[in-house]
């Protein structure tokens, strides 16, 4: 993220009717995330509408905005409310977040135990893979209807997505609503400036104390599965000592199964963004346990201790549900609001309202509709590049190609995720089905693709009533 020049805030500069719809408003991370930012951006006020199929959870997060809205930190003016409609929340918004969780956390045990049985391991199963899959094709209808609120109720309104899968949820809407003005938001690239930053104190004279943010880099691909071929801070080039760094860091990979027994699940040693950069000259731009579920070869294990070889861990299931923690820790803050603690959370999104806002341009990578920006990949495919964002809108910047090899890799996971769209829009599991077959992590015969797909849906039947389940020759025994 790079600020291009701040307007100063005055009374005639600052925005007091701004109004947000949130959609997934009841959660108890990415709306408190925003809660937090939104109420220390100055020179921004309005109101907040929270809707969430929880209407309850929607109601107790605009109780808590309302009470942090009091402390000190609050230094801008916002009411929140919840709604009970996804149309009331949307009605004459001019900014609609979306950060919903896909139907029930039981479904993402299925997304990754149900393949798991079948030899395939997955670990974080949310955005390709055979959970990913599966995940898309419940998320199309979620982000049709959301995208056909915003037709009726705030066409020109800007949407921000942060509902994986990114890429499929953010291309749904705009095949529902051509019209739409829609980026898809991720922070899987600022790790990797964090990472880059780190390079450039250990290489660059004179660098201390260096932000990720500082770092500039040339993002191309698309949602976690993102490349970087140049990266500055200020007029040095950090790229260049990615070879040394890659020589202190091999051999690659650097552990044995096991090591990583004890550790965090979302643990991240860069090992595979390092090898990719070894294979292909580009780096890796996303955390390792993305990264790897693009490819067959790093899964491609028999026990799960195996893929801690590479310095991360599979994330079996139960920690992929909700924080247990999370109800208590609600009670605390709707019973003592002065205990939530503000921070400064590294999230974009007011950052981007005050961009389009005309406040303070901003160049930052964000998921968009390929309009040349990576000339190299199908036109109107998502893809993550930097854009810059202004008054005027988001203006996408040129990112060149990609090397073969890696096209190659890109182009079929956009293809796949072509095919799914176009199955949730047309209802049709047997195309889903051809997608999924050409997940690169599904490599078992195709019968018994066939049967794990099946599995998948029949275990969540309830949640794929827009699909014909009873035409789909994929389903029959």
């Not at 805030?9 to 408190?32: C, K, L, P």
């Not at 942090?68 to 977040?97: C, K, N, P, Y």
């Not at 019973?335 to 939530?340: Q, R, S, Y």
Request: aromatic residues 10%.
């Amino acid at each position: 993220m790079h600020h291009l020049g701040s307007t100063a805030t005055t009374a005639s500069t600052a925005r007091t009717d701004v109004t947000i719809g949130y959609v997934g408003g009841g959660s108890q991370g990415w709306a408190h995330t925003f809660i937090n930012d939104i109420l220390q951006c100055q020179d921004v006020s309005g109101q907040v509408r929270l809707y969430d199929v929880d209407y309850e959870a929607a109601q107790r997060n605009a109780e808590l905005g309302n009470a942090l809205g009091s402390r000190e930190e609050a230094v801008s003016d916002w009411t929140f409310e919840a709604a009970e409609t996804l149309a009331a929340a949307l009605e004459d918004a001019d900014f609609v977040i979306c950060s919903t969780q896909d139907p029930p956390e039981e479904t993402f045990v299925h997304d990754i135990d149900v393949p798991q049985e079948y030899g395939i391991y997955q670990t974080v199963a949310d955005t390709c893979g055979p959970g990913g899959a599966v995940r898309a094709l419940r998320s199309i209808p979620q982000y049709r209807e959301i995208a056909a609120t915003v037709r009726e109720q705030c066409p020109d309104a800007w949407v921000f997505n942060y509902t994986n899968p990114m890429t499929v949820c953010t291309r749904a809407l705009y095949e529902e609503y051509p019209d739409i003005n829609a980026i898809g938001l991720c922070h899987e690239v600022f790790h990797i400036q964090q990472l880059l930053a780190e390079i450039a104190e250990k290489y660059v004279d004179d660098a201390e104390n260096v932000a990720g943010s500082e770092i500039d880099v040339n993002v191309k691909g698309i949602n976690h599965f993102t490349w970087i071929d140049e990266a500055y801070w200020r007029d040095h080039d950090v790229f260049q000592y990615l070879d040394a760094e890659l020589e202190e860091r091999k051999p690659l990979p650097s552990f044995e199964p096991g090591d990583l027994e004890g550790e965090d699940y979302w643990i991240n040693h860069h090992e595979v963004a390092f090898d990719l950069y070894d294979k292909f000259g580009l780096l890796g731009a996303a955390g390792d346990r993305h990264l790897v579920e693009f490819v067959p070869w790093y899964l491609s294990i028999d026990e799960p201790a195996e893929i801690q070889r590479w310095g991360i861990r599979l994330t079996p299931s139960s920690a992929r549900v909700s924080d247990s923690d999370g109800p208590a820790k609600m009670d605390k803050y709707m019973a003592h609001p002065e205990e939530f603690d503000f921070t400064s959370s590294g999230e974009e999104a007011v950052d981007i309202i005050r961009a389009l806002l005309g406040l303070e341009p901003l160049k930052t990578n964000v998921n968009y509709p390929n309009v040349g920006q990576t000339p190299d990949l199908p036109d109107g495919a998502v893809v993550e590049t930097n854009v810059l964002i202004t008054g005027a809108g988001v203006k996408p910047i040129t990112a060149g190609t990609l090397p073969r090899e890696v096209r190659n890799m890109v182009t079929t996971t956009i293809h796949n995720q072509e095919t799914l769209v176009e199955a949730g829009f047309t209802g049709d599991l047997d195309l889903a089905f051809e997608a999924f077959l050409n997940e690169p992590l599904v490599t078992i015969p195709r019968e018994e693709a066939r049967e794990l797909f099946a599995e998948l849906i029949d275990i969540e039947r309830e949640y794929f009533e827009d699909y014909d389940l009873e035409g789909a020759t994929v389903l029959e025994n």
